[in-house]
């Protein structure tokens, strides 16, 4: 079993910062990217930042230069650092892993997502 947990979802005003985290628990043999992705209400799920296990990054263009991704490997923690947020950031935001297995196969798993909003 994967386990992915994400904090640090909640309430933020617009032009203000909220770190999300993401921990993933298992048996796992490895970690081969963790992201984010999010979902505002009537709308589809978007990328919002991906990073790989060899450190190259990729962003949505809407969150470019204001988010960072980051990883702490020991911890197998992903965080997305958001600034200057805005109201239409305003989604429930999932982390998501793609990890080898120790049978070796690789499997993709979701979070359960956390909400936040920004108020304007």
């Known amino acids: 079993q994967v386990h992915l947990v994400e904090t640090g979802g909640g309430l933020v005003q617009a032009g203000g910062s909220r770190r999300l985290s993401c921990a993933v628990s298992g048996n796992i043999f490895s970690i081969n990217a963790m992201g984010w992705y999010r979902q505002a209400p009537g709308k589809q799920r978007e990328l919002v930042a991906v990073l790989a296990s060899g450190g190259s990054t990729n962003y949505g263009d809407s969150v470019k230069g204001r988010f960072t991704i980051s990883r702490d490997n020991a911890k197998n923690t992903v965080y997305l650092q958001m600034n200057s947020l805005k109201p239409e950031d305003t989604a429930v935001y999932y982390c998501?892993?793609?990890?080898?297995?120790?049978?070796?196969?690789?499997?993709?798993?979701w979070g359960l997502g956390t909400q936040v909003t920004v108020s304007s």
């Open positions: 998501n892993t793609n990890v080898k297995l120790m049978d070796w196969s690789n499997r993709n798993y």
